[in-house]
């Protein structure tokens, strides 16, 4: 079992920044895949970016401008949102996966989810 608790969400203006953090208990974290997702009102969780051991993934709205971290030595992944704009409004979940045959963007490649934090972006 792995339990996951994000914090960092907030209010901010677009351009501005935040950064997400997502900390983890239970096994082995350095074994997970490590996932962000979003929900905006309305629509499907949908994938924002994900690690592991290699390259990092991200959905192509988000590339440039997001960041997706991790520190295994504090079993926390983070993820740095850098010119935030309106359309970023959403919930965030962190996810964690162990071997999944589902790709990295998939939601069902992962089996633990955080309970979300709102990040509201103004214009």
């Known amino acids: 079992q792995v339990q996951l608790v994000e914090s960092g969400g907030g209010l901010v203006q677009a351009g501005g920044s935040l950064r997400l953090s997502c900390a983890a208990s239970?096994?082995?974290?350095?074994?997970?895949?490590m996932g962000w997702f979003r929900q905006a009102p309305g629509k499907e969780r949908a994938f924002v970016a994900a690690?592991?051991?290699?390259?990092?993934n991200y959905v192509d709205s988000v590339k440039g401008r997001f960041t997706i971290s991790r520190d295994n030595a504090k079993n926390t992944v983070y993820l740095q949102m850098n010119s935030l704009k309106p359309e970023d409004t959403a919930v965030y979940y962190c996810?964690?996966?162990?071997?999944?045959?589902?790709?990295?963007?998939?939601?069902?490649?992962?089996?633990?989810w955080g309970q979300g934090t709102q990040v509201t972006v103004s214009s």
């Open positions: 690690i592991r051991w290699g390259n990092p």
């Open positions: 996810a964690a996966g162990y071997y999944s045959t589902y790709g990295y963007s998939d939601l069902r490649h992962y089996h633990y």
């Open positions: 239970g096994r082995t974290f350095s074994d997970y895949a």
